[in-house]
């Protein structure tokens, strides 16, 4: 008896300490950012919604440079929670969470659990900007993936951001400068030069 009461005060707990805090979203759903179905880990008890989603994720730019932030948001109608990371956009079968972000204030937090950016509390969020991180090597092109939860029974994965190539500094080949003197024996030898190429191929054809 003893134990069973254990349990389900446990249970009560991790139910009300779930997705209203993202921080406390199970590392099990990092892969799909799918929310489970059932309790005690989620208790969204719903599946993802199919219809077109009202959510736009977007990044500024098209390129992304090692170093320097990238602005992302996420727009559209109030929701209360949300998952993003960056993603390869070439390999789909690599689903491992690329570079880092930068939490905000009372709005969003790092889910210690998956390389994300979550939701600070499920309050009415709208028109979110959000600040990530490069990685410190070059990772091909990415993507952004978010999933965003608008009440409990109503959430939307796989909202698909632009996407962003490396900025690879392209560098200009190196050039070498012939100088030539301006004494008289260094103009004849160089005209001289000149005239027996073109008598080289005078002879050729």
Not at 36 to 53: E, F, K, N, R, W
Not at 61 to 66: E, I, K, L, P, V
Request: charged share 10%; net charge neutral; proline share 7%.
């Amino acid at each position: 008896m003893e134990y069973a009461l254990v349990v389900l005060v446990a249970c009560m707990v991790a139910t009300s300490r779930a997705f209203p805090q993202g921080e406390n979203i199970p590392g099990r759903v990092c892969i799909s950012m799918t929310p489970p179905s059932l309790a005690p880990m989620a208790g969204h008890g719903a599946v993802p919604q199919t219809a077109q989603s009202p959510y736009s994720v977007k990044a500024d730019g098209m390129y992304y440079t090692t170093g320097q932030y990238v602005t992302v948001y996420i727009t559209g109608p109030a929701f209360k929670g949300f998952m993003i990371q960056a993603r390869s956009a070439s390999n789909a079968s690599n689903t491992d969470a690329m570079g880092t972000w930068m939490a905000t204030n009372g709005v969003t937090i790092k889910n210690p659990n998956c390389n994300a950016l979550v939701h600070m509390d499920n309050s009415d969020k709208t028109n979110l900007t959000l600040m990530w991180m490069p990685p410190a090597m070059d990772v091909g092109p990415i993507k952004f993936m978010a999933t965003v939860v608008q009440d409990k029974a109503t959430f939307w994965i796989q909202n698909l951001s632009n996407q962003l190539m490396p900025n690879v500094t392209m560098t200009t080949p190196a050039t070498t400068t012939l100088t030539l003197e301006t004494t008289t024996g260094a103009a004849s030898i160089s005209v001289s030069l000149l005239a027996l190429s073109v008598a080289a191929l005078k002879h050729l054809f």
